[in-house]
């Protein structure tokens, strides 16, 4: 993992429920994709994906 970073409210500064992870190469990202999206975590299934540039 190269970063991560927990998205927040501006207001109240609690996390939103999602957040972003850089890792290191694709191969990477596809295994922590493959192994991780579905999986529950405290009772929320997590979805885990390649984030959609939004640079418009």
């Known amino acids: 993992m190269t970063n991560a970073q927990v998205i927040t409210d501006r ?7 999602f ?3 850089e890792l290191a190469t ?11 999206n ?4 405290d009772g929320r299934d997590l979805t885990v994906g390649i984030a959609k540039d939004r640079s418009h």
């Open 26 to 36: 694709p191969e990477i990202a596809k295994t922590a994709i493959d192994l991780l």
């Open 11 to 17: 207001d109240t500064g609690r996390s939103r429920g």
């Open 19 to 21: 957040g972003f992870v």
């Open 38 to 41: 579905g999986q529950n975590v």
